[in-house]
Nanobody, 125 residues
């Protein structure tokens, strides 16, 4: 199993970024895919998840209305579209996969699943 994130970088507050998570080694269409982040001096937190039926679950209220998760099964890739970024969104962003629980979004099962190496997102004021 391999998850590879990309798309991070430096962006000004108010800007947008789209992160990608390319997956391999499991049946992507049967898995739940989630995004987590860990900011400087902060604990890791779940952000968003998309289940095998395309249903989205927000784990972080702070991103509602600004972040969107999507997936392309044909490309085995999940995306995190981030708009209206602010400095509090600065973090390393990770994608995680739970291929074994029927595709439902559960933050604990995702945390115990497979992880990518992370991609840095820095928002400047």
């Amino acid at each position: 199993v391999q998850l590879v994130e990309s798309g991070g970088g430096l962006v000004q507050a108010g800007g947008s970024l789209t992160l990608s998570c390319a997956a391999s080694g499991f049946t992507f269409g049967h898995a739940a895919i989630g995004w987590f982040r860990q900011g400087p001096g902060k604990e890791r937190e779940g952000v968003l998840c998309i289940n095998s039926r395309g249903y989205r679950t927000f784990f972080a209220d702070s991103v509602k209305g600004r972040f969107t998760i999507s997936s392309d099964i044909a490309k085995n890739t999940a995306y995190l579209q981030m708009d209206s970024l602010n400095v509090d969104d600065t973090a390393v962003y990770y994608c995680a996969a739970d291929p074994y629980s029927g595709g439902g979004c559960n933050v604990r099962r995702l945390a115990d699943g497979y992880w990518g190496q992370g991609t840095q997102v820095t928002v400047s004021s």
